[in-house]
């Protein structure tokens, strides 16, 4: 078997953790020699994602390959099914990398039908908790895990990026019959630099998916309580972009907070993270988000809500921890805002999260993952 592999990775949507981890594997593949491709939807990301899209051109061998995928299933699958087949059977991969509940069914299906013409191509998965998050016991849930029990059949390997994942994964779908393995997300060694604030900073930072499931319209609800319990507005900012942006515009016309909160497109975090003392992630769900890691390792202090694998980061029972909710939020907002110092010291330890989140121990682990699937 050779030692260098042409990788192809697969996802819907260039935009948040998803994209962020596949631009990291990339870069980690590409060094150690791999040819690498991505194919992915054309009609999700801004100039931003153009922007990433633009640096990573030239660099890997396989190319970036844009159609437009649908994010639910419809009428549209078909065609957009068969095109993106086209595109990766030109590539001729011995391995595909499947991301997200798009990525995954695509990677797989499609790998399964090079190997009816005898190539000999990896289908490798991985959630980043895409369909778990269906509630079970609804009738979209049960078809999306029985969808899952399905294509467990056409899959090589899975890679689950936190452990809550991979328990979820379990009730929701069953104990997977093929191999599997937690992964973590992981970041390169400069960005644990710390993040100095800037001057007249914002006192909150929202940075993330303009959507329900992130929790933006908790993070507005709260500002509103946290300013009334410490008699002052909260100044904050909110950066990020998605179809759900203008509800929070009007969300926030409505509460009285034009004044005090600032909306910014998207830019790199660590740019962000300078704009405001705490950095606040009120996500509903997740599965390992790449922004907690950033935040901490950057040296900020920030407020998170305990849902996925973000308790795998700062550990189980930590008082920076909390339900989604707008008063819970506001009342731990509010405390960290009356001594920034004393919260900063609940903190994880930054060796610690080095130890545990290297992009290099993420890369090499998948790397094994990918030949382990080969030789099966």
Not at 256 to 277: I, Q
């Amino acid at each position: 078997m050779a030692d260098t592999l042409r990788i192809v990775h697969c996802f819907r949507s260039p935009v948040g953790g998803i994209f962020r981890h596949v631009r990291d594997l990339t870069e980690a593949q590409v060094a150690a020699g791999h040819a690498v491709g991505i194919v992915c939807d054309s009609t999700t990301g801004g100039d931003f994602e153009e922007h990433l899209f633009e640096q990573m051109k030239g660099k890997i061998a396989l190319g970036i390959h844009r159609t437009p995928m649908q994010r639910h299933v419809g009428p549209g699958d078909l065609a957009s099914a068969w095109r993106t087949f086209g595109l990766i059977k030109g590539l001729r991969p011995d391995v595909l990398h499947g991301h997200g509940a798009k990525g995954g069914a695509y990677a797989r299906l499609f790998g399964s039908l090079l190997r009816v013409s005898r190539s000999r191509v990896a289908r490798l998965y991985s959630p980043h908790g895409g369909s778990l998050h269906y509630d079970e016991t609804t009738a979209t849930g049960k078809l999306f895990f029985a969808l899952e029990r399905f294509m467990a059949r056409f899959t090589d390997y899975l890679l689950f990026v936190s452990d809550y994942e991979r328990q979820t994964y379990h009730r929701k779908v069953g104990e997977p019959p093929i191999p599997n393995n937690l992964v973590y997300n992981g970041l390169s060694a400069a960005e644990f630099e710390p993040v100095r604030t800037e001057q007249n900073a914002a006192d909150v930072l929202y940075i993330g998916m303009m959507r329900d499931l992130k929790g933006p319209d908790i993070f507005i609800d709260a500002l509103v309580l946290a300013g009334t319990r410490l008699g002052r507005p909260v100044k904050a900012v909110m950066v990020g972009d998605g179809d759900d942006l203008p509800r929070y515009h009007a969300q926030v016309k409505r509460l009285g907070l034009e004044g005090h909160t600032r909306f910014l497109p998207p830019m790199p975090a660590r740019k962000a993270f300078a704009l405001a003392e705490l950095v606040i992630v009120p996500s509903r769900a997740e599965a390992m988000p790449y922004i907690v890691l950033e935040t901490l390792a950057a040296g900020k202090s920030m407020i998170a809500t305990a849902v996925g694998g973000i308790p795998e980061i700062f550990g189980t029972g930590s008082p920076a921890l909390i339900r989604p909710d707008p008063r819970e939020l506001s009342n731990k907002m509010s405390a960290a805002l009356a001594d920034l110092n004393a919260y900063g010291s609940l903190m994880p330890d930054s060796a610690d999260l080095k130890t545990r989140f290297g992009a290099d121990v993420m890369a090499a682990a998948i790397e094994t993952a990918y030949f382990a699937a080969l030789k099966r």
